[in-house]
């Protein structure tokens, strides 16, 4: 996969490319991540990359200029084609007004060739880059930030960890919290009970390790006596009480076993 960030901060970045899995990624040549500094698509001598707003209002707008000029040249195809799917391409603009990135977000970005990801600062970016460069915009939450930046790292991050290779473990990222319930199924029982992970559609379960008695706190006995299929029922439980306790909104939409069905029924009536 190809990356670009379009940004007027580049050394932003030499932190959060430079370590673990999207370091590996780029290391491994899965992924190449270019930065590139808007400045230098402005014309005059300071530099300038944003003005007023048009009709008055606080602070300054990102202008348009820069982000066309330094988009132009990438060889990017054509934005009807991107947006037909017919390039496996997306130009993503980060915005507090965007459509929610997920983790279904990001392994749908992690299946194209190239994203492109265009940091706003100020009050905001010009439109015009919305309306007629980019293909998507993106928020990472319902807050706002001062800055794209985060954002871009934010979703860097989530995307790489889900190409294949980029993660040692790959059966970890198929079933990390909010991984679609489907993917589950694709793993063994004993892949289940033995990986890291396994809570496929709702948050993941609680993990241990060494020691078993640290300072008095002891790991859970199910987790020591070696049955694969007491772990399972023991994790999918953990998952749903903890899904139910921090984010029942996620149970809207995940689909349910029996099983599931009458554990999460026993977890709400003994909360009662
Ligand atoms: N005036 C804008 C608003 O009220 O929505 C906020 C602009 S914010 C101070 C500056 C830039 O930070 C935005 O253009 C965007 O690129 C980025 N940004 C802020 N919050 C974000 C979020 N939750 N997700 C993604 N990008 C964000």
Redesign the pocket.
Known sequence: MKADILTIFPGFFSGPLDHGITRRAREMGLAKIEVHDLRQFTHDKHRTVDDRPFGGGE?MV?KPEPIFDCLQPLGLALREQRLAGTAKESVI??????QR?TQQVAAELALLDRIVL????????DERVADFLADRE???????????E??AAVIIEAVMRLLPGAVGNEASTRQESFTAREKVGEVTENEAADSTCGSGGLLDYPHYTRPADFRGMTVPEVLLNGDHQEIRLWRRQRALEKTLRNRPDLLESVELSDEDAKVLARIKRDRK
């Open positions: 602070g990102l603009l980060l915005s507090a007004q965007g990135f265009v940091c706003g600062r100020y009050e905001g970016v993106l928020s990472i939450g319902d807050y706002v930030l001062s800055g794209g985060l954002a």
